[in-house]
């Protein structure tokens, strides 16, 4: 009925996948899931079986009461946890980080020695941080597709859709006097809506320095075992009727009743537990097509740009306190994909993936062909395997475009030159255009605030290479040009480059100051820009028409697809994550990536002062923590001799599930998430049981290094903290 690309026939008669893949599940493994709130209802047997000890609708509800009220989106990409009627809020130290690089100079070097309010006077305010609470979630599938042929072609369904969401967000908005956002969900297959209210007066409470909050640095990141306090506290601010309001001294901690109780009492291998929060993207049900992009091309390509970027960047920090104060924030974002996507490919080889995708297709074809109900499933594989094979090139050049070419700093952000170059264009002149560049520029502050010429000149000289070398026919004519007219040497080119107006500020300002309209040349005659032009066109007019086209038509394939396999595989699933509200479960858990010697499931103080290496930054203990070891001035928060650090369970979670509650069975906070283990990376594609461990750091070293570290044991008062 149905033909199957050829490779993949291949494989399959000549039975090599057989071998391949071991027992592949065609169904959910036993913990796997971010469930949607409103939904685990459903789930309540399976959650109690497994020793969750409080009924759901503690969790999650609709009238205020549940558990959902304390749990927040942290600025744009993070989950936070309010643990006092207070208004305190706990989220990772790695969540904090961009906002404290605001608020952080070499005189008040917040990295080197931490930050801890000692009263609410002293508590500093966060421009631009924004704090999410959502308070209901109800499924509007109705509203939204009723009468839409599934069929429909996604621009005539997207119209309509996009209609009818913006009408019922109104609605919504006007009925509850909260914020509403309706996002698709199950590939668009089902809408759901959130009701929410979004703070904007949020202060910093605490902040470890790095040589506690980033322990381990990027060698550590992804990896188990782990000594890392990713913790950092703020403190959410309302206006009048304790309701979101802008920064004003007026204001006062929000004042709530829904925060977490604080469980001290530890918990042991085995244990029930729950992360409650905000995971970003995962893609659980795509086809083997699509893995094989992010397989063949996606990771490998960023991975190895970013090893140049990051090596250059390094160099620069390690030299200079100022540049390192300027990129921290950047690379610690940089890097911590470049290594996660590292462990995804080895996550995805290690578990023979492809191979367990392409087994789980050939059930699922043969589903197809036999079930009569479902005409539209037959074709679904084949369809998507025609379009993705075919757009392999141009996946490949776009993600060289991405990550080798805007990766430079300079050529990104030429897009500044040519917003003025497209002003100019449009026929502005005089005082307007003067007015209008000068807006331009000034909003270009920030970049320069951040950038340092120098170090982006040595990534220019790192990427050009992987650039020309490996993408040929996808090089625009500009860059050989430039090259070749520099006499083929990195080194020379990037020095024609580097005297773009666009490498420091005062250039900038200078152009705009008296710019006229006939200054276009000027624009077209830099270096740079010329450079992000080259690339930015090319983009336009060989890469995005198909690629658009190719991804519009995936989404309609994949709509079905997911519909078909919601049909077929007649059991409740998950739908992927999409930056709302989902609770996992599982149990605390060690792991054995490597070999019989496995790794427990928990570490602790001793472990990390053993680590300490004073030569190297990511290594170095404080003193201070020194100085509480050694004389194992632990207080309440000794066990064993120690003090436990963090620990590892198999909660399914994802990047934005940083900052997330970990809780027990009685929904008591237990630790905060921050990280997964390397091997179980790949969970956004595949989750597997035995390699997927989400890392959390210990409310106990949460607690003591509030308390003996930072001297700010004033905040525990406000928490309420139980032993067992
Ligand atoms: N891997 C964690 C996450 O995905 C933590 C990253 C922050 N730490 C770091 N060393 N860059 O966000
Ligand atoms: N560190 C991640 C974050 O920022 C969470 C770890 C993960 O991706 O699971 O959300």
Not at 358 to 370: R, S, V
Not at 619 to 640: A, C, I
């Amino acid at each position: 009925m149905t033909s199957i690309p050829a490779f993949r026939s291949i494989l399959i008669k000549t039975g090599i996948l057989v071998g391949l893949v071991g027992s592949a599940s065609f169904g959910t493994q036993a913990k796997e899931g971010m469930w949607l709130p409103p939904t685990i209802k459903a789930r309540e047997a399976d959650m109690k079986a497994a020793g969750l000890q409080i009924p759901v609708e503690r969790l999650y509800n609709d009238n205020g009461t549940g558990l959902n009220n304390a749990v927040v989106l942290f600025g744009r990409g993070c989950t936070g946890e309010i643990i006092s009627p207070k208004g305190l809020l706990l989220t990772n130290h790695h969540c904090g980080y961009g906002t404290v690089q605001g608020l952080s100079s070499k005189e008040h070097d917040y990295f080197a020695n931490g930050f801890w309010a000692m009263n609410n006077a002293q508590e500093l305010p966060c421009p631009g941080l924004t704090v999410t609470f959502i308070r209901r979630m109800e499924n509007v599938t109705e509203n939204i597709l009723s009468g839409l042929d599934d069929t429909l072609s996604e621009a005539g369904r997207d119209s309509i859709i996009t209609v009818r969401v913006k009408n019922l967000e109104r609605g919504y908005k006007v009925n509850t006097g909260y914020d509403a956002s309706i996002k698709p969900y199950f590939n668009g297959n089902q809408y759901w809506i959130s009701i929410t209210e979004t703070f904007r007066d949020i202060r910093l409470v605490g902040f470890p320095p790095n040589g506690i909050g980033q322990f381990g640095g990027d060698t550590d990141n992804w990896m188990w075992p782990r000594h890392t306090g990713d913790f950092s506290m703020f403190r959410v601010y309302a206006g009048k009727n304790n309701k979101p309001a802008d920064f004003s001294k007026e204001n006062k901690p929000y004042q709530t009743q829904q925060f977490f109780t604080i469980n001290a009492g530890g918990y042991k291998e085995g244990d029930f537990t729950m992360v409650y929060g905000f995971p970003g993207t995962t893609m659980e049900y795509i086809s083997s097509y699509q893995l094989d992009h992010i397989n063949t091309y996606i990771d490998p390509i960023r991975i190895a740009a970013r090893t140049k970027k990051l090596e250059a960047w390094t160099k620069r920090m390690q030299a200079d306190r100022d540049v390192f104060l300027k990129y921290t924030s950047k690379r610690a974002g940089v890097a911590n994909g470049w290594k996660k996507w590292q462990g995804e490919l080895r996550g995805l080889s290690l578990n023979n993936v492809p191979a367990k995708k392409l087994e789980y297709e050939t059930k699922f074809q043969g589903w197809a062909n036999k079930d009569e109900k479902y005409p539209y499933a037959d074709d679904l594989l084949a369809l998507m395997g025609a379009r993705s094979l075919a757009v392999n090139d141009l996946i490949k050049a776009d993600e060289y475009y991405k990550e080798a070419v805007y990766g430079v700093e300079l050529i990104q952000h030429a897009a500044t030159l040519d917003r003025v170059l497209q002003l100019m264009r449009v026929g502005y002149r005089g005082a307007g255009l003067q007015d209008t560049v000068q807006k331009i520029t000034k909003g270009a502050e920030g970049f320069y605030k951040n950038y340092d010429a120098g170090t982006d000149k040595d990534v220019f000289v790192a990427l050009m290479p992987l650039f020309l070398d490996n993408c040929n026919s996808c090089v625009p004519a500009v860059y050989k040009r430039q090259f070749a007219e520099k006499g083929k040497d990195y080194g020379r080119w990037a020095n024609y480059v580097y005297t773009s107006m666009l490498t420091e500020q005062s250039k900038l300002t200078q152009f705009a100051a008296n710019v006229i309209s006939a200054d276009s040349v000027r624009i077209l005659n830099d270096p740079a820009w010329q450079l992000y032009d080259g690339v930015t066109a090319k983009r336009k007019k060989d890469v995005m028409p198909v690629l658009t086209a190719y991804y519009d038509r995936m989404n309609y394939l994949n709509r079905l697809y997911m519909k078909s396999q919601m049909q077929q595989r007649g059991e409740m699933l998950y739908p992927d994550a999409n930056l709302t509200l989902r609770l996992t479960y599982g149990k605390v858990k060690g792991i054995d990536p490597d070999g019989p010697a496995g790794y427990s499931y928990q570490t602790n103080l001793d472990e990390a002062i053993a680590k300490n290496n004073p030569e190297v930054d990511e290594f170095r203990v404080p003193e201070k923590m020194k100085q509480l070891h050694s004389t194992k001035d632990y207080g309440k928060w000794k066990v064993n001799g120690t003090v436990p650090l963090a620990f590892i369970a198999d909660n399914h979670t994802s990047g934005g599930n940083s900052g997330s509650p970990v809780l027990n069975a009685k929904g008591e906070l237990i630790g905060t998430n921050f990280d997964r283990i390397w091997e179980g990376t790949m969970s956004d594609v595949y989750f597997d049981p035995r390699l997927s461990r989400n890392i959390s750091v210990d409310v106990r070293y949460t607690l003591f290094v509030i308390e003996k570290f930072g001297g700010a044991g004033w905040l525990l008062k406000e928490m309420k903290i139980v032993q067992k």
